[in-house]
T-cell receptor
Framework: QQQVKQSPQSLIVQKGGISIINCAYE??????FPWYQQFPGKGPALLIA?????SEKKEGRFTISFNKSAKQFSLHIMDSQPGDSATYFC????????????FGGGTRLMVKP | NAGVMQNPRHLVRRRGQEARLRCSPM?????VYWYRQLPEEGLKFMVY????????ESGMPKERFSAEFPKEGPSILRIQQVVRGDSAAYFC????????????FGQGTRLTVV
């Protein structure tokens, strides 16, 4: 049973545009929502993370928007660059479950120059 | 300040052989997690270990798979009698605490079963 659903599966954006990736979760016990970036042949790297006590978190060009009532969260990449081309994964975990992350299926982002 | 180290990076095994994947967590990290990534899919949690203890193995297949994190040395993910369906990338992550905090991933071991 997939507990974190991610969309779209793939995304093509022009350089300078905004990339938006969405995730929805089912388990209301989740209290930590990270986004990971993965380049081919590499391990996932933490990009940005949010907890349910805030509705938005911004770090540079990356912003997470969180809607607790809808059980949804999204990643916005502003001024997208070709170097942002990678696969992005949302994830979620419960506070008492350590870092046992439940991942979404991933979004392959391509930023065209 | 080395990150999470996994070896080997690539491993080829014939059907029926054993595969041993090693993971050395970041310095100061005592919590280790193993994930499996099938081609074109997200990562799936397998097992969570602390030194000498398995905390949660709810994602581990019931047969042929085992994991350990001894007092000394790296964590080991062991797959016995490998089958073609075991071909995947296996990632290890480590964290400093057991709560919901940043987990750092290694570069993975890509297992190919021929």
């Amino acid at each position: 049973q997939q507990q974190v659903k991610q969309s779209p599966q793939s995304l093509i954006v022009q350089k300078g545009g905004i990339s938006i990736i969405n995730c929805a979760y089912e388990n209301t016990a989740f209290d930590y929502f990270p986004w990971y970036q993965q380049f081919p042949g590499k391990g996932p790297a933490l990009l940005i993370a949010i907890r349910p006590d805030v509705s938005e978190k911004k770090e540079g060009r990356f912003t997470i928007s969180f809607n607790k009532s809808a059980k949804q969260f999204s990643l916005h990449i502003m001024d997208s660059q070709p170097g942002d081309s990678a696969t992005y994964f949302c994830a979620a975990s419960k506070g008492n479950a350590g870092n046992m992350l439940t991942f979404g299926g991933g979004t392959r982002l391509m930023v065209k120059p | 300040n080395a990150g999470v180290m996994q070896n080997p990076r690539h491993l080829v095994r014939r059907r029926g052989q054993e595969a041993r994947l090693r993971c050395s967590p970041m310095k100061g990290h005592s919590h280790v997690y193993w994930y499996r990534q099938l081609p074109e899919e997200g990562l799936k949690f397998m097992v969570y270990l602390q030194k000498e203890n398995i905390i949660d193995e709810s994602g581990m297949p019931k047969e042929r798979f085992s994991a350990e994190f001894p007092k000394e040395g790296p964590s080991i993910l062991r797959i016995q009698q490998v089958v073609r369906g075991d071909s995947a990338a296996y990632f290890c992550a480590s964290s400093q605490t057991g709560g919901s905090t940043e987990a750092f991933f290694g570069q993975g071991t890509r297992l190919t079963v021929v």
